[in-house]
């Protein structure tokens, strides 16, 4: 996720792709958060939230697919980018939940804020450990590489408590 966020720019130029050409696919992704913001705050309730990681790889893998394949077909590379952008972040809102929801009453701010915090050194340690990979990757193999970590996610959300519908006391007595 930090790789696409606070580096997709850099990815892409390192990738070959012309800086001012690069910002631009990145910024049209952007385009990715609003919509998905908008199409989740409908539908995130009808599904169990840990189904949630696994559409969001796929729709992200789509994204960098199209994205690493797009050459000259800036369009192609910009729907890519907002399929990324709205991917990577499609799992956010349902996965924070699914989050506070494990832990107990008593310890659901405390456990949650840990979970999160990990979460962040992990990513930040992520980016610094990807980032010198990348130059040596194809486009597909680069884009591939950042997105395979939404998909170990996405299989190991699945080995989670199920918590849609249940009281919270149910979920994390």
């Known amino acids: 996720m930090y790789s696409y966020a606070s580096g997709f720019t850099s990815v892409l130029t390192a990738m070959d792709y012309p800086p001012p050409e690069a910002g631009v696919i990145a910024a049209v992704g952007a385009f990715g958060f609003l919509a998905e913001a908008i199409i989740m705050s409908f539908i995130v309730e009808s599904l169990e939230r840990r189904y949630w990681l696994p559409i969001a790889a796929v729709v992200t893998l789509i994204g960098a697919v199209l994205v690493a394949l797009a050459g000259v077909q800036i369009v192609i590379a910009f729907i890519g980018s ?6 990577f972040n499609m799992w956010v809102s349902p996965t924070y939940a699914m989050t506070a929801e494990s832990f107990p009453t008593r310890a ?22 990807i980032a010198p990979l990348l130059p040596h990757l194809s486009i597909l193999g680069a884009l591939i590489l950042i997105s395979a970590f939404l998909v170990v996610a996405a299989v ?3 080995f989670t408590t199920h918590t849609r519908n249940r009281a919270l006391d149910e979920v994390s007595p």
């Open 108 to 129: 659901r701010t405390t456990g949650f804020a840990l979970v999160d915090g990990v979460g962040h050194i992990g990513g930040g340690i992520g980016v610094l450990v």
């Open 82 to 87: 907002i399929l990324i952008f709205a991917g």
């Open 156 to 158: 190991i959300a699945q």
